[in-house]
């Protein structure tokens, strides 16, 4: 009768297993990690003190006691200690004036400083944006390029960093949801540079309005400020086109398109909070 006792000892290491996650389960607890918020885990370095610790982990001597159950601020070199660190939550954080950007998108993926009908300045680190602003240009420079497969590139200028926060002269672009976009005009402008004031004259309207419609059939589009020659111009252009007329003369009164004499080189186009993204303002 040897051999059952393999199947014994099985028996008894799978029961020990058992009850050892469970006791674990119960002994952690206490000791969970506050709502928005998640557990990690580091080894104290040799010499290293618990202030150290909370030094470089970003937390508190206290935190770390509560946390391991630790009666002082006696810890040793290799001793295994949990903390919790806050839960990264991607989005537009704060208002567009005063804040950042998580988890941003880089409209120049490639690196090759151009997409599907526009071109982005070298060496310019202000292209990401939020996930959606980054699909929202992309959706409308395609369109433009599929209306004029032909057209000069449109000229991109700043998004915000990758990070968010400050950028250059502005006051916002702050938090990856406003864009630059260089006016369309003939001769078109060089690449990186907004040196070509849109006149009444230089402004290609038609191909003007194909990004501005794009924009305003898209509902995350909240404004669009521009010169008011160019405000007056493509107003001008739907005022003499009917359907055009119904559809989106409202536009340049209910505050979406906005003219701004701040804006003679170029556009600059604000999209709405993401959806649920509850950090974003404004
Ligand atoms: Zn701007």
Redo the contacts with the bound molecule.
Sequence with gaps: MNKPVPLMKLVVKLVLAILATTANAYAASPRTCPKGTKARQTNVQKGETLAGVAGRTKTSVADLQRWNRLNGPQVRGGQNLRYCVPVFVPGSVGSCNAGNLRGGVNLDTDGDRKGVGFVLPAGRTTSWGTPATVRHIRQCMSRYRANYKKGAPVNI??LSTRDGGHVGN?L??QSGR???LGFLTKPPQSIGVFNREATATNLDVQKEWTVIQCLLDNRETQFI?ASWTVVNSLKAYVVKNRSLRSRYLKFFGNGVIQGDNE?MT?L?VRFRCPKGDRQCKG
């Design positions: 200028g700043d502005h916002s672009h406003d864009v630059d400020f804006h170029h600059h």
